[in-house]
């Protein structure tokens, strides 16, 4: 057995995760000149980071839980293909969660959208701005999104969440089935109406433009350690963490933005946060499977198509199943027919398979913040499905906190002491 030792790396602060809230956060601590170390076990954006619906989703900000969600669980239970699932021999593992989630939506939808609203807006400046400083705006796709409706009745249903969009002003318009045409070609017929967000954008590739917004972190000093965390200690002066291969790494400030595991490490400083794993699943397709405009949502279905300079992904839906069920990659086949009925023509061939784990809180919202006990801790995960498109404004609040300046919004809702 190696003999354990405190490597010399003289950081500032050590990130653990290098899923892309991890690399943002890390990005904008270089970028003040904070010498940051990120440690993770796979490597950069290798894992949950690699296969998401690669959308910045600004749009999006209406809270997964609202009155009445909860009449769904039956329904739930019972379609493991749904857009979204519950495995019955999680449920009671799951309960403590579920009744978080409903007293969300009974309790505190409205103060959640107004968060998550106000959360979207640093969002989009704040990753406009780090891809023209890390040279990766070319990376970023401005075709727009269109959300398809297959019935009046569908349609109708939407219309609250769009009023709610608007008075956050968030652009949209709704158009009628001869227009959807221009929109996307080769469309079945089956769909009625859409919605066109003009301002929803898309990556090229999640992975790859993670990976080149940590080559501009690189270039500001940051550095990256591949292992896998075992142990983490602190005293209000430094952290010291101990990895497989039995080295250790201290340093003053600790950043956990772990994804799904984040609660698990929370738990050494004083903080049981309630998290829970959207088991996100898709395929993704050869590049010429279809020519697909720009981003495809079937609401109604959970489900969106992505078109990535390296392939065509198809994929989303949720399922509520921790972190230690195998994956159901039936989930990705029921969607992948799903999407050739509604794009006829669709080659399905040649696809790859893939699930990551969203990490999820009761109430939409992230967690950002310190520890409860350690000052020079914080935190910085749960962003559900939407980590790739709130990771910049994560990033530009940890460096706020961490700095000890006022941050550029209101953190309050997103405390980890918050329940």
Partial sequence: MPTAQTDDLDADIVVIGAGIVGICAATFLAEAGKRVLVVDRTGVCEETSSGNASAFAFSDVLPLAHKGMMKNLPKWLADPLGPLAIRPSYLPQLLPWLYRFWRAGRTGYEAALSAQAGLMRLAEAEWLALLDRSGTRPMLREDGSLELYESEAEFRATLPGWAARERHRIGFRHVERDELASLQPGLSMQFVKGTFVPGWKTADDPMLLGKAVWAHAEAKGARFVHAMVTDVAGSPERIVLSLTDGRRIAAPKLLIAAGAWSHLWTRRFGDRVPLETERGYNTTLPADAFDVKRQLIFSGHGFVITPLSTGLRVGGAVELGGLNLPPNYARSKAMLEKAKRFLPGLKTEGGREWMGYR?????????????????????????????????????????????????????????????
Avoid: C, E, K, W
């Fill in 359 to 419: 990490p999820s809180m009761p109430d939409s919202l992230p967690v950002i913040g310190r520890a409860r006990h350690s000052p020079n801790v914080f935190y910085a995960f749960g962003h559900g499905h939407l980590g790739l498109t709130q990771a910049a404004a994560t990033g530009r609040l940890v460096r706020d906190l961490v700095a000890g300046d006022a941050t550029a919004i209101d953190l309050s809702p997103f405390s980890p002491q918050r329940f």
